[in-house]
């Protein structure tokens, strides 16, 4: 199973762009990368998924290098209702695999006024 | 879709009782996910069903806890007896197919005195 390593937390202020970096140094062929927002009290939110390269929604923005062995969420212009857990994942989306996806510790953001 | 229903959203119980927590996935997803979450552990995936039949509960902590998924609308997990070290906030989420975006339920928090 690929593990995954994010920072414990960081902190931003209104309006600045957030990067959160996820390390997966033994990410398999077949896996995606899958980022979630968890706000206290609540289930985990899906943001974005990619494979390779760069990915964009509405949201947020993930890249991801050639050698895959890590991504980084992009957060543009955030507001202190972006202060959340953001969990990276990495499995593959084959139906029925056995692999599980295991959200690590995540990453506190805090935005600060 | 009303998304994901959790049942019930709180529970109190005593050390030694039966605790049934149950689940309604989103009708036409096909993957059912049990979470449990607590401060020090995290979010842990403790087993999940694929077209209702359990594909991996590796997870599981312990033969006091078991899940059923007797059709495509519903699914149980059991703590019997139950413990204190069992008080989590317990998530379901759905999916259309294993690894593709899951849709997390409100959570029921468990408290076992």
């Given at each position: 199973l690929a593990k995954t390593t994010q920072p414990i937390s960081m902190d931003s202020y209104e309006g600045q762009e957030v990067n959160i970096t996820c390390s997966h140094?033994?990410?398999a062929t077949n896996d995606?990368?899958?980022w979630y927002q968890q706000f206290p009290s609540q289930g985990p939110r899906f943001i974005i998924q990619g494979y390779k390269t760069k990915v964009t929604n509405e949201v947020a923005s993930l890249f991801i290098p050639a050698d895959r062995k890590s991504s980084t969420l992009s957060l543009?212009?955030?507001s202190l209702s972006d202060t959340a857990v953001y969990y990276c994942l990495v499995g593959d989306m084959a139906p029925g695999s056995a692999r599980q996806l295991t959200f690590g510790s995540g990453t506190q953001l805090t935005v600060l006024p | 879709d009303a998304g994901v229903i959790q049942?019930?959203?709180?529970?109190?119980?005593?050390m030694g009782q039966e605790v049934?927590?149950?689940?309604?996935?989103?009708?036409?997803?096909?993957?059912?996910?049990w979470y449990r979450q607590t401060m020090m552990r995290g979010l842990e995936l403790l087993i999940y069903f694929?077209?209702?039949?359990?594909i991996d509960d590796?997870?599981?902590?312990?033969d006091r806890f078991s899940a059923k998924m007797p059709n495509a609308s519903f699914s149980t997990l059991k703590i019997q007896p139950s413990e204190p070290r069992d008080s989590a906030v317990y998530f379901c989420a759905s999916s259309l197919l294993t690894g593709y975006e899951q849709y997390f339920g409100p959570g029921t928090r468990l408290t076992v005195t």
């Open positions: 140094n033994n990410i995606y990368i899958t543009p212009r955030v | 049942s019930p959203r709180h529970e109190v119980t005593e049934t927590l149950r689940c309604k996935p989103i009708s036409g997803h096909n993957s059912l996910f694929n077209n209702n039949v359990p590796s997870g599981m902590p312990e």
